[in-house]
T-cell receptor, first 111, second 114 residues
Framework: GQQVMQIPQYQHVQEGEDFTTYCNSS?????IQWYKQRPGGHPVFLIQ?????EVKKQKRLTFQFGEAKKNSSLHITATQTTDVGTYFC???????????FGTGTRLQVTL | GAVVSQHPSRVICKSGTSVKIECRSL??????MFWYRQFPKKSLMLMAT?????????EQGVEKDKFLINHASLTLSTLTVTSAHPEDSSFYIC??????????FGQGTRLTVV
């Protein structure tokens, strides 16, 4: 079945440092979504990428979708303590909203 | 808009009893709802897809007689964990779709079976 892997599993940075998580799917995706889950919380939708090679920005967050639509990345510039949480990519192969979640990257930010 | 409410947020039950979890879309009609399970520090694992008025589609390895899903209306889906055992303890999360690819998640239910 479809697998979506993320690296790293965990990253600890100091506030102000940059952070990147990479997402790789075993199959070609229709689109990819990114979610953030705070400790004890539920996943919150961040963004969706649809086009091959697409790049989207949200303030300090930059999202990329690979040319082959099998990988994606999320880059955070100048992390803040509010960025703490687990970031999941989730792949969609066409069926509306049926997502295969990546393994997640837990980000810890300290002062 | 697009609020999904899940209830209860936490439940503790005894082994052998059944627990029902509700997932409601408050301000939209959900054509499809999804149920996920999440173990501590792990990813979300899709359990089943639920369409209003039809039988749920379960993912491979998920026991349909163990995890009963009912999607009686366009705003409500329920997951019943039957004859719960300690290994069923987990975080269960629903999501709802209104036909687009974005899914809206409930707050999750932390189930502890003692």
């Amino acid at each position: 079945g479809q697998q979506v892997m993320q690296i790293p599993q965990y990253q600890h940075v100091q506030e102000g440092e940059d952070f990147t998580t990479y997402c790789n799917s075993s199959t070609t995706l229709s689109n990819i979504q990114w979610y953030k889950q705070r400790p004890g919380g539920h996943p919150v939708f961040l963004i969706q990428l649809v086009k091959s090679g697409e790049v989207k920005k949200q303030k300090r967050l930059t999202f990329q979708f690979g040319e082959a639509k099998k990988n994606s990345s999320l880059h955070i510039t100048a992390t803040q303590t509010t960025d703490v949480g687990t970031y999941f990519c989730a792949g969609n192969t066409g069926t509306a909203s049926k997502l295969t979640f990546g393994t997640g990257t837990r980000l810890q930010v300290t002062l | 808009g697009a609020v999904v409410s899940q209830h209860p947020s936490r439940v503790i039950c005894k082994s052998g009893t059944s627990v029902k979890i509700e997932c409601r879309s408050l301000d939209f009609q959900a054509t499809t709802m999804f149920w996920y399970r999440q173990f501590p520090k792990k990813s979300l694992m899709l359990m089943a897809t639920s369409n209003e008025g039809s039988k749920a589609t379960y993912e491979q390895g998920v026991e349909k007689d163990k995890f009963l899903i009912n999607h009686a209306s366009l705003t409500l889906s329920t997951l019943t964990v039957t004859s719960a055992h300690p290994e069923d303890s987990s975080f269960y999360i629903c999501s709802a779709s209104r036909g687009e690819t974005e899914a809206f998640f409930g707050q999750g239910t932390r189930l502890t079976v003692v």
